[in-house]
């Protein structure tokens, strides 16, 4: 009895452990409990400002998807006259980018986007985030260029986008919009670029008084061209001879243009093939590539990049249109822009009619292709022909505002796009 009496009093002093225990276990699970809830809490706020950030983010992504639609002219204007054309100058002039109300001193195209006058962003229908964008031309930021130089077209835009979502989120991107790639600066209303071996080419102007070439600048904002232009001695005389024949050619009616200062592209025949083979690339990739064609090309409205892989015969159009066979003009065909015929380096003017030609004509003739036991051989430039026949009156002028509108015919690419 004494040890067993001895056991239970020795324990007597442990009385009370399990309830301290169990309160330690339980403020620990308290404070884990406590440490969840909070950062569940934390989750749930941050999730949110996520999707605020992320509706911000959409919203500018929005301004560049629909300045883009619009520069592209897909979009009527309002509050403009309805005519007008969309284009990176009308982008970035507030005269035409901007309704009469805006008040702002930069393109921000709020004649061609629905933008709340209130605050002067856009809200997408059903949305609960907005933007607005600013059009740069990062060339001529202050208008300078523009303002002076009636025939100045910007080859880049850049477009900033401001996103706004919920909760005062706000985001903002910017992209540049280029023009594709063309080197074009014309040395004279009508280019023949002549043989390499120096064989004189084929070149008839007829003898109408009533038909008219000049490569005074019917836009009148570039200083005047020559009237004709040709790469060698050989084909100077041919020109000066074709002149007298009773055409009107005004002054300087022709001119040799030295190699180095035609486009790259010319400068060699392969230079020339390979820049063909890029433009059927770019004509395909704008569902403007044909074998043949026999009607217009493009609208004054509308002009259009035309690449026709053969012969054309032509009654019209605006834009650029290269041929790569023989290109006739046939009765009253007005074209404006730039004419290429590269490959047969032939253009006939046959029937009567009053046609005009506005714009820069260059002809060009080489071999695209050839036999491949001809592989190891020179395929240089050959004598290129120009042959007017037939009554009626018309006109080929030089016109520089007809050459820029013409180049923004080949549309435009993304080049860079960033958030910042």
Do not use: C
């Not at 699970?29 to 809490?41: K, N, S």
């Not at 043989?195 to 836009?219: C, E, R, V």
Request: zero cysteines.
């Amino acid at each position: 009895m004494t040890r067993q009496t001895r056991k239970i009093s020795d324990r007597h002093g442990e009385k009370g452990a399990a309830l301290i225990i169990s309160i330690l276990i339980a403020t620990l699970l308290l404070a884990v409990a406590g440490t969840v809830i909070i950062t569940t809490g934390m989750s749930v706020t941050t999730s949110i400002e996520g999707t605020a950030e992320l509706q911000a983010y959409y919203a500018a992504e929005s301004g560049l998807e629909d300045t883009l639609n619009i520069i592209r002219g897909h979009v009527a204007p309002h509050g403009i006259p309805s005519t007008t054309r969309m284009n990176f100058l009308n982008a970035v002039d507030p005269e035409t980018s901007n309704i009469d109300d805006d008040p702002s001193t930069v393109g921000r195209l709020t004649a061609w986007l629905d933008y709340d006058s209130d605050d002067w962003r856009v809200t997408p229908t059903g949305g609960n985030y907005s933007y607005s964008v600013v059009v740069i031309d990062p060339d001529d930021p202050n208008g300078t260029t523009r303002s002076t130089d009636a025939s100045y077209r910007p080859r880049r835009i850049q477009v900033q986008s401001t996103g706004y979502g919920p909760n005062g989120s706000i985001k903002n991107m910017e992209m540049i919009v280029e023009k594709t790639n063309f080197e074009f600066s014309p040395n004279a209303m009508l280019v023949m670029r002549g043989s390499d071996a120096g064989i004189g080419m084929t070149f008839d102007i007829g003898t109408s008084a009533s038909k008219l070439y000049t490569g005074h600048d019917n836009a009148t904002a570039k200083p005047n061209l020559p009237t004709f232009g040709v790469t060698n001695a050989v084909d100077k005389v041919i020109a000066d001879t074709a002149i007298t024949k009773g055409a009107t050619v005004e002054e300087v009616s022709t001119q040799v243009v030295a190699i180095n200062d035609l486009p790259s592209w010319l400068r060699t025949a392969d230079k020339a093939r390979t820049f063909l083979t890029d433009m059927q690339l770019v004509a395909r990739s704008m569902g403007r590539f044909f074998t043949s064609l026999n009607g217009v090309a493009g609208t004054e409205a509308s002009p259009k990049f035309t690449f026709v892989n053969g012969n054309a015969t032509l009654d019209g159009g605006a834009g650029i249109l290269i041929v790569t066979g023989t290109l006739t003009l046939n009765g009253n065909p007005t074209f404006k822009g730039i004419i290429l015929v590269l490959g047969d380096g032939v253009i006939l003017r046959d029937g009567g009619g009053s046609g005009n030609i506005w714009g820069s004509i260059y002809v060009a003739r080489f071999a695209r292709s050839w036999p491949s036991l001809e592989n190891g051989l020179s395929h240089p430039f050959l004598a290129p022909t120009f042959v007017t026949e037939g009554a009626g009156t018309s006109n080929l002028k030089y016109d520089s505002v007809w050459v820029s509108q013409a180049r923004d015919a080949l549309g435009d690419i993304v080049r860079d796009i960033r958030e910042y």
